[in-house]
């Protein structure tokens, strides 16, 4: 008896493993033609948090085009061109189209540093300057140069090189203070863009992966059927919320592309693609393979689960 419970056991939670990541895939929305960027603060993030999500978004069928922005080479141990050169193996395995993909930024401005906070202004700037787009000339300039009036710059419709920006929430999901930075810097960024341009919705839609309890963080796909009630009871309630504003006319853009994009998202690896993750930690990023990350991609659910919320820039 014994012998059968040790075998029946673990196909019975492969099983449901496979079978919930089917139902995901079916269930849930997914991004198709887009230009994403993930944001991340050091080489491995891409890895042991975001694995499930990049090799979803990578897959061809897809037809998305997807980018890593690292605002540091985790030069904090001295062994930053090891690290981005780990980053560049590693997306390799988790399917982006080319190193030419990945950019790393060397800024003393931001640090590898638990303790420290990025200046959350200047994260919006790295941003403005890699993905704003030009506004286009205005229809009542003349051959003279006019000063723009508020009214002007309110019926030019914000632009961007990308489509989607994916990074942590405002927790960071280990509580790392560079991780929490990114969350701020981007929705400045984003809100700065949205600026005078009442009316109008913002091109690029926010995502953010969602951080969870130390108890969830830590029981690998078992957290996976809970994660998912929880995207749809969500998703249910935001649709609610999202109609009633409709129905009482408080809902008026002159564009639509966060508006059209899915609230929840959620990535379920199957086995593949968890042992891909794992690779892309164990092959790629061997300089950062102590005790502990052993047992992160063991039983870490982010190596297995990831669920996006689309944040709302006002």
């Known amino acids: 008896m014994q012998w059968f419970l040790a075998l029946a056991i673990p196909i019975l939670l492969t099983?449901?493993?496979?079978?919930t990541a089917h139902i995901a895939r079916a269930s849930f929305p997914r991004l198709r033609n887009k230009r994403i960027c993930l944001l991340i603060a050091h080489p491995d993030d891409e890895a042991m948090f975001f694995a499930p999500t990049v090799l979803a978004?990578?897959?061809?069928?897809?037809?998305?085009?997807?980018?890593?922005?690292?605002?540091?080479?985790?030069?904090?141990?001295?062994?930053?061109?090891?690290?981005?050169?780990?980053?560049?193996?590693?997306?390799?395995?988790?399917?982006?189209?080319?190193?030419?993909?990945?950019?790393?930024?060397?800024?003393?401005?931001?640090?590898?540093?638990?303790?420290?906070?990025?200046?959350?202004?200047?994260v919006?700037?790295?941003?403005?300057?890699?993905?704003?787009?030009?506004?286009?000339?205005?229809?009542a300039s003349t051959s003279k140069k006019q000063k723009q009036t508020k009214s002007t710059l309110q019926d030019q419709a914000p632009t961007a090189t990308i489509d989607v920006l994916i990074t942590?929430?405002?927790?960071?999901?280990?509580?790392h203070k560079n991780h929490i930075s990114l969350y701020h810097g981007a929705t400045?960024?984003?809100?700065?863009?949205?600026?005078?341009?009442?009316?109008?919705?913002?091109?690029?839609?926010l995502y953010t992966l969602t951080s969870v309890s130390i108890l969830r963080k830590y029981i690998s796909v078992l957290d996976a059927p809970f994660t998912m009630l929880q995207c749809v009871l969500q998703?249910?309630?935001?649709?609610?919320?999202?109609?009633k504003d409709a129905r009482n006319g408080t809902v008026e853009t002159k564009a639509a592309t966060a508006g059209n994009s899915p609230e929840r998202l959620m990535y379920l690896s199957d086995v593949g693609a968890y042992r891909r993750a794992q690779k892309a930690m164990t092959h790629a990023h061997k300089?950062?393979?102590?005790?502990?990350?052993?047992?992160?991609?063991?039983?870490?659910?982010?190596?297995v689960v990831n669920d996006l919320k689309r944040e709302k820039i006002s």
């Not at 919006?124 to 229809?139: D, G, T």
């Not at 942590?168 to 509580?175: I, L, N, Q, T």
């Open 188 to 205: 400045a960024w984003l809100k700065n863009m949205m600026k005078d341009k009442t009316g109008w919705e913002c091109p690029v839609t």
């Open 57 to 122: 978004l990578t897959q061809e069928d897809l037809g998305n085009h997807v980018k890593i922005l690292c605002f540091s080479n985790g030069n904090a141990e001295n062994l930053g061109p090891i690290r981005k050169n780990e980053l560049l193996s590693s997306t390799s395995i988790l399917g982006l189209r080319s190193p030419s993909d990945v950019f790393v930024l060397e800024d003393p401005s931001f640090p590898d540093s638990m303790t420290t906070t990025w200046d959350s202004h200047k």
């Open 235 to 243: 998703s249910m309630a935001s649709a609610g919320s999202n109609g």
């Open 168 to 175: 942590f929430d405002r927790e960071g999901v280990s509580a």
């Open 15 to 19: 099983t449901c493993w496979l079978y």
């Open 287 to 303: 300089s950062q393979m102590r005790w502990f990350r052993w047992g992160w991609i063991a039983v870490g659910r982010y190596m």
């Open 124 to 139: 919006s700037q790295v941003l403005e300057s890699a993905f704003s787009s030009p506004a286009p000339p205005s229809a």
